[in-house]
Every structure is written in structure tokens, then in C-alpha cells.
């Protein structure tokens, strides 16, 4: 079931996208600002609204790490934005000063793609924030654009129709012809599919147009065989122009907004409707899920966003798990693991395992010859035995994707202490402490000079991680 949580209306006119971080919401309009709220309890945050364009918001989107954040707007420019503090980063003027009406972050946060209303299509540099590469569409507007998971390629859509597949040395490898009336979004799964029939994966990718449809299709990219695209069906319900999709975070749902005024929530597999939403008064312009929690975001031409929760028993992103929820293995703390083997009936090793400061991620390291040597259990019997649990918590514990804001940049471990640097960048303390102390007085992610080595004890940040602990280890 979807309930209606929370309904956001601060922007003066039209809402046109909306994107979610794992603890942000950002939403752009037509009133030329960009709006970011906190997801704990939907308020928006000291420094929003983002003003700095000087005509309408077409597109907002995140960085994956949740640190940037872009914007782009009739104005020509594409916006970067901190998300620290507000700050923006720079103003990326689009070759020929055209509207620009989508921007996308690729997966490793490397570059970013602008695609403007002339046709041309921009991939920057994220770190200089300098264009590196550029093209053009064959003909019209270029509306959507979708990265593939692994970044080696991202798709375009234009206002003409076409779906165009770019590696990401902005050459173009495919283009087909998919919706007669025009593109107007597009996404791809983050999760693959199991095809079978040529031994290699393949991810959903949809496609929404003026002509009503939502199509669903099969990619693949594969360095044998190039890029692969195939249709695979078209999904029903809108009675007018649909003009946003997107899947969930695990793949299994896609929902889609439309000129009907609806919202329709489809089971991916099947492509059976799962949800048909209807609280907007005009069209709906765009609509997302959170990538780390069982939320919804949808946005319309009547100035409002919805927020929308979905019941654990829906096969949501967040829930889409086959045991119960817990805490992945690597980030377990001594007591953690005290705890897991008096369950495995192992509590005779739990002084031993603490002497030695046996956390998560040295459980998951243990072989037979460290049993040996290092903790010097001598019974072959007892060490089989330590090996067969903690070769079944490999096998059979359900592994949690740590939020990658939550990972120190130097260590991409989980932060315990997070503190923020000059660069406006947050580390774990000893890393950057380490960092600086070898004489390195630049920026472990920019790589210039830090104007000062002063460190700020993160207490958001830390909070933060605390919190998403805790839910895990319900």
C-alpha cells in the first residue's frame, strides 16, 4: 500500500523534477530556484532555496555520493551546487548558450552529462568541472538521459523520438527509433536481470513519450559483443502524454507520471500495475524513488511535491530482502561479534576474539592458518568448526550496501568519526590527521590547496550514521 505522508508546496510555479540523495530530497521549478529538504522530517534545509539561475529549473540531479548536487536551466548553464553548505561550485555554460534540459552524474561521480534544447550534449570533467567532450543529437531537443550502472555508457532522448546510446567517449554506438512523438524520459535499472540467452547480463531500461506509452526494453553492454538494445514490451494505463519514469532502487517497481494527472506504480517483471495514484490537480512532471529507504517523490504543474511511503510488504528498494534486515558483516563491532558466536554456540571464544580485536570486518578475514598462528586455537576440531560459521555468514548473511556518504573518501571505510575539512569535505578523522601530517596540505579529493588544516567535528554526519546503524540492525 502507498500513503500520502507528506506534501511539500513552497515553490511559487511549476515543479519539474525531483531527485533523492540517501538523506536529501531536491526538487527545481519553473520560479527559477532549487529546493533541498532533509528526508527525517521533510524540512527543507538552512541554505534552500539554491537561487542563481536567472530563468526557469528544468533538471536537478545528485552526485551518487550525495555531495554535489546539479542543476540546469533555460538560462544556458548547468549548476553545481555543494550540498554541504549551499555553496555553488560553478556555472557550466552549455556550448551556444541553449536551454538546458536534463543533467546527469555518472555513477563514479567522474563526470557529468548536459544535454541542452539545440541538441548538444556536454560530458564534464567533474573534479575540474571542465568540458572534457561533447556531440550532438541527430535532430530535436535532447530531453532525457540515463547513465548505464557501470558508467561505460549513458542514453539520450530526444523531442524527435530517438534513444541514442553513448560510450563514454561521447561516441555514438546505437540509435533507434522509440517513441513517435517524442522522448521525454528515460532510466535504467541499477539491478540486472537474468536473460540466459547469450550468457551475459542485461538491465531494464524504459522510456516514456507523447505518445502515451511507457516501453520497457533490455540492454546490455558487453565488450565482445558492443551495445545491445531490445525491446521487450510497452506498459498501459496513461490516457495522455506520460512524461517521467523511473525505477526503484532494487529494479522491481517503475512508476510513471503523466498529463493524466496520475501516477502508476508497475511490478517490472510482470509489468502489472501495482498503484495508481491520483492526488495531483495538473500534470505530473517527474517522480523518483529514494534509493535508501521506502519512499516516493512526485512533482506537478500544481506547484507541489507528494511524498509518498510505501508498506514493508510492497517489494520496495528498501525491503527488498529475503531475511530480516541487519547490519552488514563489515561494519559489526567487537561486541557484534561477541554477540554472533554466543548464538553460534561459540561463547568460549569470545574473550579470546576480544583480546585479539576481532570486529566485523577481521571475522570476514579469518582463515585457517590465522586461527592457527595468531589466536592459536590448537584443536583442528574447534577450528573447523569457527571456519564452518563463519563460512555460512559469508554465504548466507544478507550483505547491506553502506550509503556512500557515510564512507570516508580515504579510506572508503565506514566514518566513526567524521570531521570536515577546508574542502568542505567530510573524513574520517585519522585518515585526514594521517593525510596531513605526511606534509600533504591539498584536498585528498580536489587536489588543491587546503586555505587552512583545520578540522570540524561532523556532528550531523555522525548522527546520521548512528541512525542508519540502528535501522539496520532491527
Not at 43 to 71: K, M, N, Q
Not at 193 to 215: L, T, V, W
Not at 448 to 474: C, D, F, G, H, Y
Request: net charge negative; with cysteine; charged share 20%.
Amino acid at each position: 500500500m502507498a500513503t500520502l505522508v507528506h506534501t511539500l508546496a513552497d515553490h511559487s510555479d511549476d515543479v519539474n523534477y525531483c531527485a533523492f540523495s540517501s538523506s536529501c530530497l531536491a526538487t527545481c521549478s519553473l520560479d527559477k530556484t532549487v529546493r533541498v529538504y532533509s528526508l527525517d522530517n521533510f524540512t527543507e534545509l538552512p541554505y534552500s532555496p539554491l537561487r542563481g539561475h536567472t530563468y526557469a529549473v528544468h533538471c536537478c540531479c545528485f552526485s551518487p555520493s550525495g555531495r554535489l548536487l546539479a542543476s540546469c536551466s533555460t538560462d544556458g548553464t548547468t549548476r553545481v551546487w555543494h550540498t554541504a553548505d549551499g555553496r555553488m561550485l560553478a556555472a557550466l555554460e552549455q556550448p551556444g548558450g541553449s536551454p538546458v534540459r536534463v543533467c546527469r552524474f555518472s555513477p563514479q561521480s567522474t563526470c557529468l552529462v548536459s544535454g541542452a534544447a539545440d541538441g548538444s550534449v556536454v560530458l564534464w570533467n567533474v573534479q575540474s568541472l571542465r568540458p572534457c567532450r561533447s556531440g550532438n543529437v541527430k535532430d530535436g531537443s535532447l530531453v532525457a538521459c540515463a547513465f548505464s550502472p557501470n558508467g561505460n555508457f549513458f542514453v539520450t532522448g530526444s523531442s524527435c523520438g530517438d534513444l541514442t546510446i553513448w560510450d563514454d567517449k561521447m561516441r555514438c554506438l546505437y540509435n533507434e527509433k522509440a517513441h513517435d512523438l517524442g522522448v521525454t524520459c528515460c532510466d535504467i535499472s541499477s539491478q540486472p536481470i537474468s536473460d540466459g540467452e547469450h550468457g551475459f547480463r542485461y538491465f531494464h531500461m524504459a522510456s516514456c513519450g507523447q505518445d502515451n506509452q511507457i516501453k520497457l526494453w533490455l540492454i546490455s553492454c558487453a565488450d565482445f559483443l558492443g551495445v545491445e538494445l531490445r525491446y521487450k514490451c510497452t506498459l498501459n494505463g496513461h490516457s495522455a502524454p506520460v512524461l517521467a519514469c523511473a525505477f526503484s532502487h532494487d529494479g522491481q517497481m517503475l512508476v510513471s507520471g503523466s498529463v493524466d494527472k496520475c501516477v502508476i506504480i508497475y511490478e517490472t517483471s510482470t509489468g502489472n500495475t501495482l498503484h495508481t495514484l491520483s492526488q495531483h490537480s495538473r500534470y505530473v512532471t517527474t517522480c523518483a524513488f529514494a534509493p535508501h529507504s521506502s519512499l516516493l517523490a512526485t512533482g506537478s504543474m500544481d506547484k507541489t511535491v507528494n511524498i509518498w511511503q510505501f508498506d514493508c510488504k510492497e517489494p520496495c528498494a528498501a525491503d527488498a530482502v529475503e531475511n530480516e534486515s541487519r547490519v552488514a558483516v563489515e561494519t559489526w563491532s567487537e561486541d557484534d561479534v561477541s554477540a554472533w558466536l554466543c548464538a553460534q554456540d561459540l561463547a568460549d571464544f569470545v574473550g579470546l576474539f576480544k583480546r585479539n580485536n576481532i570486529d566485523g570486518k577481521e571475522l570476514l578475514h579469518l582463515s585457517k592458518e590465522s586461527l592457527a598462528n595468531e589466536l592459536r586455537i590448537e584443536s583442528l576440531g574447534l577450528r573447523s568448526k569457527v571456519l564452518q560459521k563463519i563460512e555460512e555468514l559469508r554465504q548466507n548473511v544478507t550483505s547491506v550496501t553502506v550509503p556512500d556518504e557515510f564512507l570516508c573518501p580515504i579510506t572508503r571505510e565506514l566514518m566513526k568519526e567524521p570531521v570536515i575539512a577546508a574542502d568542505g569535505y567530510s573524513y574520517e578523522k585519522d585518515a585526514i590527521e594521517k593525510w596531513i601530517s605526511n606534509k600533504r596540505r591539498t584536498s585528498p579529493m580536489t587536489n588543491l590547496p587546503l586555505p587552512t588544516l583545520v578540522l570540524t567535528p561532523n556532528r550531523t554526519l555522525k548522527m546520521a550514521i548512528s541512525r542508519w546503524l540502528e535501522t539496520q540492525q532491527k
